[in-house]
C-alpha cells in the first residue's frame, strides 16, 4: 500500500517536471529571440513566419503545422497540461505530432528523447526535435525545431513561442536533437 502510494507520487512528479524552460531565452546581445520578429499571438500568415524564420514561404513544407502552431501560440504554460487553457511543452509536441504527423509519442520529454534518431544541429529539418535539460544535467524540455535554428516550444513565462537555440540561454541547455521517423 505505501509502496503503491511512493510510486503514484514519483510518477507525478516525473510528470510535472518534465518542462521546465523557466528563463526568457537571450542573444549574446542581450535581446531577447524575439526582439528582431514578433508574431500576433493568433491569425498569422504563412509570409509572417516565413518573415519570422527568414525563409521564403516556398520554404514552409507543411502548412498545417503553420497554422497549427499558430493556433496555439500564446497558449499558457500548465505544467501537466493537454489543452489550449494550459500546456506543457511535452503536452505541446505531443498534440502537433498527433495533429499534423498522426504519430503518437511519448508523454514526457524524457522519454521523447530516447525514441528519436539522433541529428546534428545543421542537420535537422521542419518538425524534427530538440531538447534541453535546465534542470540539473536530465532532460526536461523538449521543442519542435521549424527552420534557421528557430523552434516552437512552452516557455513557463511566455507559454506557446517560437525562439532561436543559438540564444545564449537555449544553446547552455541544449542535449540533443533529433528525428521521429
Known sequence: ????????????????????SKKNASTSKGKTSSSKHILKS????????????????????????YFYI???????????????????????VSNVYTEIYKEK?????????????????????EGDLVFFAFGGGKIDHVGIYLHNNRFVHVSSKKGVIISNLEDVW????????????
Not at 499558430?70 to 505544467?79: A, I
Not at 528523447?113 to 546534428?120: G, Y
Open 42 to 65: 493568433k491569425n498569422n500568415s504563412l509570409e509572417d513566419f516565413a518573415n519570422l524564420l527568414e525563409v521564403s514561404k516556398k520554404d514552409l513544407k507543411n502548412e498545417k503545422l
Open 105 to 125: 509519442l511519448p508523454r514526457t520529454s524524457r522519454d521523447m528523447a530516447e525514441e528519436i534518431k539522433n541529428k546534428k544541429i545543421d542537420k535537422l529539418k
Open 170 to 181: 537555449y544553446s547552455k541547455y541544449f542535449v540533443k536533437s533529433g528525428s521521429v521517423f
Open 1 to 20: 500500500m505505501r509502496t503503491s502510494s511512493f510510486l503514484k507520487i514519483l510518477a507525478l512528479v516525473l510528470l510535472l517536471s518534465s518542462c521546465a
Open 70 to 92: 499558430d493556433s496555439w501560440l500564446g497558449t499558457p504554460h500548465k505544467m501537466g497540461g493537454t489543452t489550449k487553457s494550459g500546456i506543457d511543452c511535452s503536452g505541446f
